[in-house]
């Protein structure tokens, strides 16, 4: 199990939690996420398979690993093709898609 905060190199130093070198992966205030990574996709009617690219930078790579893109990646493919989804949505997402057909959408 990953720590909450494993990506921060220095969480004690409040300054330092203000720099984009301090944090091991792309972080959404302090860098741009064109700078580490490409996100390719292809869609055909209603199938969309993506390819997310690293780029050479470390922070690339430890985001990719950390948030298993590849498995979202693998997932796009499969269900391109008309196999299951293996990822598992999360309580929240099934509650949000229970509403969202309430409301038609």
């Known amino acids: 199990m990953r720590l909450l905060n494993s990506f921060v190199i220095n969480s004690e130093d409040h300054d330092a939690l203000m720099k ?3 944090y091991l992966l792309i972080h959404p205030n302090f860098d741009l996420w064109d700078d580490h990574l490409t996100r390719l996709s292809v869609q055909v009617n209603a199938k969309t398979i993506v390819k997310i ?50 409301f038609g959408q």
């Open 20 to 22: 984009s070198d301090n």
């Open 53 to 102: 690219v690293c780029r050479d930078t470390d922070k690339a790579v430890y985001t990719h690993d950390f948030f298993h893109l590849e498995e979202l990646e693998i997932d796009s493919f499969d269900t391109a093709q008309g196999l299951e989804s293996e990822i598992e949505e999360s309580a929240a997402v099934i509650e949000l898609r229970k509403l969202a057909k309430v």
